[in-house]
């Protein structure tokens, strides 16, 4: 299994959290992540996107369709966001689009660390499961930020 851990992109300030939509900064990053997915993304991917208008916005980019899950809303936690994926039983690759801090701390879930990881807006975090003495570790493959591929 691998899975990718997409942050939404830069997003405007509001009181209503779930509707906060893209700045055209935002646009900009989740367009150059999309692109940069498309070429190394595996056919099949399945996506699972926050019911949040930004990371709806985001995966938009990617132009693939994905299923909103209401386990990535903003306030999940780091359980919440691996059950959803099927971390670490799922075959094949899993995206998930979500929010800080769920998303930083599944990460450090996955490399065995108490502390969560700072993703950044739009950045992404890819991890491929192995086996070690029959138990399921993660290796972290990639980690991108894009305001570097913006």
């Known amino acids: 299994m691998n899975l990718i851990l997409w942050r939404h992109a830069e997003a405007e300030d509001g009181a209503d959290d779930l509707a906060r939509a893209l700045t055209p900064k935002g646009e900009r990053q989740a367009r150059a992540m999309a692109k940069w997915l498309h070429r190394h993304l595996p056919?099949?991917?399945?996506?699972?996107?926050?019911p949040a208008l930004r990371t709806r916005q985001t995966a938009q980019a990617l132009g693939w369709s994905w299923q909103d899950a209401a386990?990535?809303?903003?306030?999940a936690?780091?359980?919440q966001l691996?059950?959803?994926?099927?971390?670490?039983?799922?075959?094949?690759?899993?995206?998930?689009?979500?929010?800080q801090?769920?998303?930083?701390e599944a990460a450090g879930r996955l490399l065995g660390t108490a502390q969560g990881l700072n993703l950044r807006k739009g950045g992404i975090l890819w991890f491929e499961r192995r086996l070690c003495d029959g138990a399921a570790r993660a290796d972290l493959r990639a980690a991108l930020d894009a305001?570097?591929?913006d």
């Open 71 to 75: 386990a990535l809303a903003p306030g």
């Open 101 to 104: 801090p769920t998303l930083g």
């Open 82 to 99: 691996l059950a959803a994926a099927g971390w670490p039983q799922a075959q094949g690759c899993v995206l998930v689009v979500g929010h």
């Open 43 to 50: 056919k099949g991917t399945r996506v699972l996107v926050s």
């Open 77 to 79: 936690s780091a359980d």
């Open 147 to 149: 305001g570097l591929l």
